[in-house]
């Protein structure tokens, strides 16, 4: 590649890199060759460690269209979403038309906890449940990398919804800070439902590794800075950070939570692309960083779905770690740590009952939980409860007597999630979108919102529950069951 553009400089056809004077923050040079347009040369300008718009230099008396040039990056995927302006305005459109629109601000956020055991949100580290096989799983993985036993970069965390992958990952994330891991691991987690475009990937990678250099894990003076918005790994500072892991023995994992929150959205397309090179060239760098997905199973992607292509072309590059329903001992110690923090002890035919009706499901049994504690306040008694209907549709009606402004704005906001807040509040107001939040019905990101629990957003478009198939162990021989029908 050094030799054609030499040649092409010598020629004429390209201008000599070396000698345009540009400031000093742009951090990348790309070539442009296309049949269509002369050779043009796409400087990168950073801010604040990431891309935000290109200059575009020609040879002296030669024309571009940036319209053109914008629509042949785009067909082929390549920097993406970033605004470009002439170095020198030489193109035969006035100055106004050669600007493509402003970039989108990317908010990057984390997993939003739940406040207490009786918000419905992801829950906090500390009133986390079980799933000890699991995370004994996903420990022996980041251990194998970071003792170089394995190959793989990307983890795929799969399961049902509802099953508890975000609190799982929010877990991983704080457990790793303790004394056992902090000098080893560390999880940072992303949650991609903030996302608007491309440049998405760039600002989570850049945030990512700024914070593990605040909080000690990576010691660098170098600023994080990505040089080329379509090569994150190919950065010196990336390079650099690398380096520091590897020479002490750490692993850092970035993790994309809620991965399939946007995929039917078109106009994030060009997000899939970014994730797509960006986990690809972690895989192949094999270094000592880690990329995490978590994925909600039983949902169905078109082939035409870029996101799922994106999917199956990691299947080879990646190692999966499913979520499964809770045990019998999981769901009991979720029931016990709603009394401790409640301050009221269930009696044992409606624990009995609670376990009986989730059907191990944690989504179902939290939810329970929250519903059963609430109305003991309320002053009901455990008696009242025990021959209660206790069934999911039941509990999402009660969610829902509310005002019919506050439901549209729900089915609203389910039907297009995760969607911008000031698209709701222009269609419903800031008074009625503040309430659903503070209520905890629905959830801020960034600058979107989304229904709390995507169970309860697919009730708000279909008005069907999930079905949970029945399960039941009886406690006695069926003799006994035909001496009571005989008595009766």
């Known amino acids: 590649s050094e030799e054609i553009l030499s040649a092409l400089e010598v020629s004429g056809q390209v201008p000599d890199i070396d000698k345009i004077k540009f400031n000093s923050n742009v951090t990348s040079a790309t070539l442009l060759i296309h049949p269509e347009v002369s050779p043009i040369w796409l400087l990168q300008e950073c801010e604040n460690g990431s891309p935000t718009g290109l200059i575009a230099y020609v040879s002296p008396g030669n024309d571009v269209s940036l319209e053109r040039v914008r629509q042949i990056l785009d067909n082929e995927g390549k ?35 739940a406040d207490d055991i009786l918000d419905p949100k992801p829950c906090r580290p500390k009133d986390f ?17 970071r003792t170089q036993e394995t190959d793989c970069r990307i983890l795929a965390l799969t399961g049902l919804s509802g099953n508890g992958k975000s609190s799982l990952v929010a877990n991983l994330s704080d457990r790793f800070t303790n004394k056992k891991w902090r000098n080893k691991l560390y999880l940072y987690p992303v949650d991609v439902r ?20 605040t909080d000690g894990f990576i010691e660098s003076n170098t600023t994080f ?104 001992k999981d769901s ?12 009221i002890n269930l009696t044992k035919p409606l624990k009995a009952r609670l376990i009986q009706q989730a059907q191990g499901f944690p989504w179902f049994l939290k939810k329970l939980c929250i519903h059963l504690f609430k109305k003991i306040k309320e002053g009901i008694s455990q008696e009242e409860l025990l021959i209660s209907q206790m069934q999911i549709k039941n509990l999402f009606d009660e969610d829902l007597d509310r005002p019919s402004g506050e439901v549209e704005c729900l089915r609203f906001v389910a039907k297009k999630s995760p969607v911008l807040r000031n698209e709701a509040t222009r269609e419903f107001g800031e008074y009625t979108v503040s309430r659903l939040i503070s209520d905890r019905l629905l959830i ?24 949970i198939s029945w399960a039941f162990m009886p406690n006695y021989k069926a003799n006994l069951s035909l001496k009571f029908v005989e008595l009766i």
Do not use: C
């Not at 993406?80 to 601000?105: G, M, N």
């Open 79 to 113: 920097l993406e979403e970033l605004e470009i302006r002439l170095f020198e305005q030489k193109a035969t459109l006035p100055h106004t038309e050669l600007l493509t629109p402003s970039i989108t601000r990317e908010v990057v956020s984390g997993i939003v906890l």
């Open 129 to 145: 449940i079980g799933r000890d096989d699991i995370q004994k799983e996903i420990w022996d993985f980041l251990e194998s990398v």
């Open 194 to 213: 903030s996302a608007r475009g491309s440049r998405f990937v760039a600002e989570a990678v850049g945030k990512a590794f700024k914070t593990a250099v």
């Open 225 to 328: 800075t990505i040089e080329n918005i379509d090569e994150i790994t190919g950065g010196k500072a990336f390079q650099e950070y690398v380096q520091f892991l590897e020479r002490n023995n750490k692993v850092f994992v970035i993790f994309f939570d809620q991965f399939e929150e946007v995929f039917m959205k078109e106009e994030l397309f060009s997000l899939f692309r970014a994730f797509r090179r960006f986990a690809l060239d972690i895989s192949a760098e094999k270094t000592n960083v880690v990329v995490g997905f978590s994925w909600r199973t039983g949902i169905f992607l078109g082939n035409d779905n870029p996101a799922y292509g994106l999917w199956n072309d990691l299947s080879d590059h990646r190692t999966e770690r499913k979520l499964k329903i809770f045990d019998l």
């Open 332 to 343: 009991n110690k979720m029931i016990s740590s709603f009394e401790v923090e409640a301050g």
């Open 444 to 467: 801020k990101t960034g600058e979107k919102i989304s229904v709390y629990w995507d169970v309860f957003r697919d009730y708000l478009i279909t008005n069907e529950t999930p079905v």
